[in-house]
């Protein structure tokens, strides 16, 4: 199973997502976010993931926590959706998958995330990692 064979295929060369995660009463909440596509280096049973990048108290890492169910898609910087949606599981990473995560960021977005982490030394806030992947149902074989 590749990434194009995934679903995310169709993210590869995408700038934004569009990250709909859901409030306790079940209100789908969509922000367009940055991303990055996992390394799969020609691994047929790697599993398709996306990283994201968030602040440990903002709501989406709120709503994650609460419900990992989701749905993406592709959207423009302001959050217009421009590709269809697919349904995922999100879960906040850490350590080396973070680290691998926040580097992929990093390197997609050259210069402005490296713009944005410098800027960020003065913030308070922590940041975190988000792993995305497909729900069990959507996999193709």
Not at 54 to 60: C, E, F, L, Q, V
């Amino acid at each position: 199973m590749n990434v194009a064979q995934t679903g995310f295929g169709a993210l590869r060369f995408k700038r934004y997502l569009s990250l709909e995660t859901y409030r306790r009463n079940g209100e789908g909440v969509r922000t367009p976010v940055w991303f990055a596509l996992a390394p799969t280096r020609g691994d047929s049973a790697a599993e398709p993931k996306i990283y994201v990048y968030t602040t440990a108290d903002s709501g989406k890492a709120k709503r994650i926590r609460n419900n990992g169910t989701a749905r993406i898609a592709s959207c423009s910087a302001f959050g217009r959706i421009t590709g269809r949606w697919i349904d995922v599981r999100a879960e906040i990473v850490s350590d080396e998958e973070a680290k691998l995560g926040m580097r992929r960021i990093s390197w997609k977005y050259i210069p402005w995330k490296q713009i944005l982490d410098c800027l960020s030394l003065f913030g308070r806030h922590k940041r975190i990692v988000l792993a995305i992947r497909l729900k069990s149902t959507q996999h193709v074989s």
